[in-house]
């Protein structure tokens, strides 16, 4: 298929799955209403049959759960040369630096580990996390909270 400004190749294939699979499809993306696939005629019907949930800032905290707390310790599980546990206990911050969203917090803490492995301390330090950039929306909502350096792993 040749690609068209229209949308309509980006269209027919989902449109002709939902109308033979009993399915419920879930398309997800950044701004996914204003790409090809619901443009056009046939990105429009595609577009009425769907329903649009859009996602904000993950929760720092749901009922008694922490959901952003556990992220983080997923994330930090992923790190080798690093004590388990001490990222965890910073969620309130972390949330607050990375504005809630889920895409920066990953990125945060990986530039941080490579941070610490290049220049030898092997640890992350609250300093550390405060030089690395995000993401352009997650960015403006960067307040540091001071300027001592809190070790938060090995």
């Given at each position: 298929?040749?690609p068209?400004?229209?949308g309509?190749?980006?269209a027919d294939?989902?449109?002709?799955?939902t109308e033979?699979i009993?399915?419920t499809?879930?398309?997800a993306g950044s701004?996914?209403?204003?790409?090809?696939?619901?443009?056009?005629v046939?990105g429009?019907?595609?577009?009425?049959?769907?329903?649009?949930?859009e996602c904000g800032?993950f929760?720092?905290?749901?009922?008694?759960?922490e959901?952003f707390k556990?992220?983080?310790?997923a994330v930090e599980?992923a790190?080798?040369?690093?004590?388990?546990g001490?990222?965890?206990?910073?969620?309130s911050?972390?949330?607050?630096?990375?504005?809630?969203?889920i895409?920066?917090l990953p990125r945060?803490i990986?530039?941080?580990?490579?941070?610490?492995s290049?220049?030898?301390?092997?640890?992350?330090?609250?300093?550390s996390?405060?030089?690395?950039?995000l993401g352009?929306l997650a960015?403006p909502h960067?307040?540091p909270?001071?300027n001592r350096?809190r070790?938060?792993?090995r």
């Open positions: 298929m040749a068209s400004s229209t309509a190749e980006a294939l989902p449109k002709d799955l033979r009993p399915a499809f879930v398309y701004d996914v209403t204003t790409t090809a696939l619901f443009s056009g046939r429009a019907q595609l577009a009425a049959r769907s329903s649009l949930v800032m929760p720092a905290r749901l009922g008694k759960h959901p556990e992220r983080i310790t599980t790190l080798s040369a690093h004590r388990a001490t990222l965890p206990r910073h969620a911050s972390l949330h607050q630096r990375t504005a809630g969203r895409g920066s945060l990986r530039q941080a580990a490579v941070t610490a290049s220049d030898g301390r092997q640890r992350i330090t609250k300093t996390l405060d030089t690395i950039r352009h960015e960067h307040r909270t001071t350096s070790t938060l792993g």
